[in-house]
């Protein structure tokens, strides 16, 4: 791998010493970045705006122009799979992603194309190629898929969530069914995670959004099994054996140790577990990422800033990288980000043990 001059990010998921902990926030290109808003409006909605390589590499880099990042993330979204499957993605205003052709059968899942991803996802591959020809090598970035159990969520379930009424039917009335579209999700985010590598991405991220909605032995059969299956498939290539992987499982505080022995590099943490606490549990088997509360970037500077410390002080900044548990608001203004990312990175440094 080629690194970054600013290879902080990397370090630390590799648990090497650093000169101050890493940042980078989830979601952090989006609706709270005035420009933002005005490039969405220029493309004409989200959809036009990730499926065009342009569009999608200005997305990506606008935070990184505004903030002293140490990482870029590409601006997508994790349910590109399932509308190259023939799904039908859309977005209703206020109510988030939605597909017009769901699947609730075993027949739909059977008659789902296994897509070759530098082929229907070309737009993707091209994004992350221009991204790092844009970043000339001054800072990571991160490639991404949905987990298979999220991905399969939605397109069970059509959109609006709600109590994942369709999904867990259908887990109990045909667990079979669900192992079939597992499986066929599985095989296609490996492939599309690989190319993503091999068209420059230094670092990948699973996001697991929904695996927090089953019960613990449903988690790891339905779940964690099949985020698996695609680290060991990135392991086993050549291409990829060596690109670190974090998982990020929203309520996955029940499984952190299956979870970390799953073959990741890191674990994403949501802000309802304590920092040190995991550290002492998991003993460095992964590095860790997370954990401050997307909702406290509403409060004062003051209170950031203290919170930010606490967080800091649960860790000692080996193997770590500051991130919200989950993504920016919104509607939170772009000064408590800057805020919060200066915080971090004043504190930081002043952590003799993370040198």
């Given at each position: 791998m080629n690194f970054p001059k600013n290879h902080r990010y990397l370090a630390a998921l590799a648990q090497e010493p650093v000169d101050r902990v890493p940042v980078w926030l989830m979601r952090q290109a989006g609706r709270y970045l005035p420009e933002y808003q005005k490039l969405r409006q220029h493309a004409g909605g989200i959809m036009p705006l990730f499926r065009t390589p342009e569009l999608a590499c200005t997305a990506t880099l606008q935070p990184l122009q505004r903030y002293p990042l140490d990482a870029a993330?590409?601006?997508?979204?994790?349910?590109?799979?399932?509308?190259?499957?023939?799904?039908?993605?859309?977005?209703?205003?206020?109510?988030?992603?939605?597909?017009?052709?769901?699947?609730?059968?075993?027949?739909?899942?059977?008659?789902?194309?296994?897509?070759?991803?530098?082929?229907?996802?070309?737009?993707?591959?091209?994004?992350?190629?221009?991204?790092?020809?844009?970043?000339?090598g001054r800072t990571p970035l991160i490639g991404f898929c949905g987990s298979p159990w999220t991905m399969a969520c939605y397109m069970?379930?059509?959109?609006?969530?709600?109590?994942?009424?369709?999904?867990?039917?259908?887990?109990?009335?045909?667990?079979?069914?669900?192992?079939?579209?597992?499986?066929?999700?599985?095989?296609?985010?490996?492939?599309?995670l690989q190319q993503q590598v091999v068209a420059g991405a230094h670092a990948i991220q699973i996001f697991d959004s929904w695996g927090g909605v089953l019960h613990k032995s449903a988690y790891c059969e339905f779940s964690l099994r099949y985020t698996k299956q695609?680290?060991?498939?990135?392991?086993?290539?050549?291409?990829?054996?060596?690109?670190?992987?974090?998982?990020?499982?929203?309520?996955?505080?029940?499984?952190?140790?299956?979870?970390?022995q799953c073959g990741c590099d890191a674990l994403s943490l949501d802000w309802q577990v304590d920092i040190a606490a995991v550290r002492t549990q998991l003993d460095r088997q992964v590095a860790l990422q997370g954990?401050?509360?997307?909702?406290?970037?509403?409060?004062?500077?003051?209170?950031?800033?203290?919170?930010?410390?606490?967080?800091?002080?649960?860790?000692?900044?080996?193997?770590?990288?500051?991130?919200?548990?989950?993504?920016?608001?919104?509607?939170?203004?772009?000064?408590?980000?800057?805020?919060?990312?200066?915080?971090?990175?004043?504190?930081?440094?002043?952590?003799?043990?993370?040198?």
């Open positions: 993330i590409l601006f997508s979204d994790i349910l590109t799979i399932p509308d190259a499957m023939g799904l039908g993605l859309y977005f209703s205003e206020g109510e988030g992603p939605r597909f017009r052709h769901p699947i609730r059968e075993l027949r739909q899942i059977n008659d789902l194309p296994l897509i070759a991803p530098e082929k229907e996802l070309r737009y993707v591959m091209d994004a992350v190629a221009l991204i790092c020809r844009e970043l000339a069970v379930e059509g959109g609006n969530l709600g109590n994942f009424r369709y999904i867990k039917t259908l887990l109990g009335d045909s667990p079979a069914a669900v192992h079939t579209l597992l499986d066929k999700l599985a095989r296609v985010a490996a492939d599309y695609i680290i060991d498939r990135l392991r086993s290539s050549s291409i990829t054996q060596n690109i670190p992987v974090t998982l990020f499982t929203r309520n996955g505080f029940a499984w952190l140790n299956e979870m970390a954990n401050f509360d997307p909702a406290l970037l509403y409060t004062s500077v003051e209170y950031i800033r203290q919170r930010a410390a606490q967080i800091l002080d649960g860790h000692d900044g080996i193997g770590y990288i500051f991130n919200l548990g989950h993504g920016v608001p919104p509607d939170v203004h772009p000064e408590k980000v800057g805020a919060l990312i200066t915080a971090i990175q004043e504190l930081s440094a002043q952590q003799p043990s993370s040198r």
